[in-house]
């Protein structure tokens, strides 16, 4: 009916993208947790960039939207508060402290186990954040506990 529809404004949304909110509230609250086609993802705001991922962390689903940031190698990365595993925000790359015993004097260095923790894209538009729905035909390892904790509201452990 005409009534409810004609509220003001009408805003469009950029087609199958999911709106998280608005770009100056997150850049004021540096992070928001959102559901994302069921699963919970997390919204980063750091460095003048917005970064993406699933919450629940791919090692045993820690909660990563309550985890620090911190820089390794010039890699933004957060720190999952349950066994302080490192993933980089850009890529979701596990990242592990190793040492090469071949060397003469072995000091550890930083290196990825690879992308474990799937990332969203991210688009802004017009003030508002929005994430897009995530391709389910590449799958990684926090896929399991995105769907374990799908049906659980409460985020907050
Ligand atoms: Fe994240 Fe273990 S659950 S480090």
């Known amino acids: 009916d005409l009534h ?11 087609d199958g993208l999911v709106l998280i909110g608005k ?10 947790t959102a559901k994302v086609n069921g699963r919970h993802v997390v919204v980063f705001y750091h460095k003048g960039k917005f970064h993406a ?8 689903g820690g909660p990563l939207h309550l985890g620090e940031i911190e820089d390794i190698n010039g890699q933004a990365c957060i720190t999952c508060p349950w066994h302080k595993y490192k993933i ?20 550890p260095q ?8 799937r990332i969203h894209k991210v688009t802004i538009d017009n003030g508002n ?16 506990f995105a769907d374990k904790y799908k049906n659980n509201g409460d985020l907050a452990m």
């Open 23 to 32: 770009e100056d509230d997150i850049k004021r609250s540096r992070r928001v």
């Open 4 to 14: 409810s529809s004609s509220t003001g404004t009408v805003e469009m949304e950029p």
């Open 129 to 144: 954040v929005y994430v897009s729905p995530p391709d389910l035909s590449v799958s990684f390892d926090s896929d399991y």
């Open 53 to 60: 991922m699933d919450s629940r962390c791919y090692h045993e």
């Open 110 to 117: 930083w290196r990825s186990k690879g992308v474990k923790q």
């Open 88 to 107: 980089t925000l850009e890529t979701g790359e596990g990242l592990y402290e190793g040492i090469n015993p071949l060397e003469p004097s072995p000091t």
